[in-house]
């Protein structure tokens, strides 16, 4: 977008913030625990739809976590997540892609946390939980960027609809 070569793009967050560059946070989409499905963990839930698991108790496990230079705003999170809950997590690999992450936590390497968007990946082979008392809050925003200035009149009504769009997302 800075060099003129696309007008308009998702991302998660901004690793910085150039000059003549907007970024439009859409929505912070909630990050969710992966166990695999035989997981102690989960032995202890009650059968609703989506389990409820306590950050703490992850302490002993160990995490695979998508590369902090891949997604450094939720890697920082988690982290800083843990650690406000009384442990510093114990990662045992770091993977460049979601899906890799997803596989692993199948074969029974690790937890790890994605976001909620994911959800229906390995859905046989691993469990989708949410996260309680998590501090900040576990999530992985959706920002659109776009140029400042010489924005075209389709990006403004693309812009516009994104906006419509996820404010009607966030009602439901």
Request: glycine share 6%; charged share 25%; aromatic share 6%.
């Amino acid at each position: 977008i800075e060099d003129g070569k696309v007008n308009l793009g998702f991302l998660r967050s901004p690793v910085s913030q150039p000059r003549g560059i907007g970024f439009h946070q859409l929505l912070d989409e909630e990050m969710l625990l992966i166990l695999p499905m035989r997981h102690a963990l989960l032995e202890k839930q009650t059968k609703e739809a989506m389990p409820s698991i306590s950050l703490k108790a992850l302490a002993d496990e160990e995490f695979i976590l998508v590369r902090r230079h891949g997604a450094p705003g939720m890697y920082a999170r988690l982290i800083e997540a843990c650690e406000n809950a009384g442990f510093t997590p114990r990662i045992a690999s770091e993977v460049e892609r979601m899906l890799t992450n997803i596989s692993l936590v199948a074969a029974g390497c690790g937890v790890s946390v994605v976001p909620a968007s994911m959800k229906d990946f390995h859905r046989d082979s691993v469990a989708y939980c949410r996260l309680r008392d998590a501090q900040p809050a576990l999530v992985a925003p959706i920002t659109l960027v776009s140029r400042t200035a010489s924005i075209s009149p389709a990006e403004k009504n693309f812009l516009e609809l994104a906006r419509k769009v996820t404010r009607r997302y966030k009602k439901n």
